[in-house]
């Protein structure tokens, strides 16, 4: 079975189904990163869809959520791959050819949007906890705000390991984002974070050895790797 794409796109609370694309109005093979100590990023869909009829603010429009799904062999009815919300779209006409292309932005970046707070105040003190409740008060925040819980995290243990650790910290005017990335600095060295395509949220302590093998030319499409000396500086000149 050749690999096909299906996208499905949903109001904001990421519920309510709106409209489900078939493979073939998938122009591109979806394409975006993700990072470890992050989330997912940006991605650009082109769909075969006419240029000036192509549901705009009903099916397709700002802060919709898209989730894609990849089927093949192994998963002939699909299996959850990427999901994110529409930031910007454009219609195109192209001489014989038309379309839309939609970029995508992952979950994460809806934590980059406002401020964690308490109540009114942009002051949030957290006084002898672990990190892992830090980084889960602040997630509940978000949710607080943003209804459809699309940012989350297991309430066992499952995504989220204790750090074993007390720490004091008080957050002054900063996004979740950027409040997430401070409580992770307060965790130490051999651990890691990341959201992600369901938008959870993980928190765990870096294994002892590799746990999988990357294979050239099925999971590695190519490797480039730069070496340069043009940076290297060996004489510096202070003058006052």
Same mark, same amino acid.
């Given at each position: ?8 796109? =949903?109001?904001?609370?990421? /519920? ?66 990427? /999901?994110?919300?529409?930031?910007? @779209?454009?219609? @195109? ?21 406002? =401020? ?32 459809? %819980?699309?940012?989350?995290?297991? %309430? ?5 390991? %204790? ?51 990357? /294979? ?23 003058? =006052?």
């Amino acid at each position: 079975m050749n690999k096909k794409f299906m996208v499905k796109i =949903y109001e904001s609370d990421g /519920t309510t189904l709106v409209k489900t694309l078939r493979p073939d109005i998938i122009k591109n093979a979806p394409a975006f990163t993700s990072q470890i100590n992050g989330g997912f990023g940006q991605c650009m869909l082109d769909l075969n869809l006419p240029f000036d009829d192509f549901g705009e603010g009903t099916d397709i429009d700002f802060m919709k959520i898209v989730r894609i799904y990849v089927m093949d062999s192994s998963f002939p009815l699909g299996r959850l791959v990427y /999901t994110g919300f529409i930031s910007a @779209y454009q219609p @195109y006409l192209e001489a014989a050819r038309q379309g839309v292309k939609i970029t995508l932005l992952g979950l994460i970046s809806l934590l980059a949007f406002a =401020y964690y707070k308490n109540g009114s105040s942009f002051t949030v003190a957290h006084a002898a906890v672990d990190p892992s409740v830090i980084m889960k008060a602040i997630v509940d925040h978000f949710n607080s705000i943003y209804a459809g %819980s699309l940012i989350g995290y297991d %309430s066992g243990s499952v995504t989220i390991d %204790s750090v074993g650790a007390n720490v004091t910290y008080t957050f002054t005017e900063k996004k979740w984002l950027d409040a997430l990335k401070n409580a992770f600095g307060t965790v130490g060295a051999g651990w890691w974070w990341a959201m992600d395509k369901q938008g959870q949220l993980y928190l765990k302590q870096k294994p002892s050895s590799a746990t999988h093998k990357f /294979t050239i030319g099925k999971d590695i499409e190519s490797i480039t790797v730069d070496k340069s000396a043009e940076t290297v500086k060996n004489q510096v000149v202070v003058k =006052y």
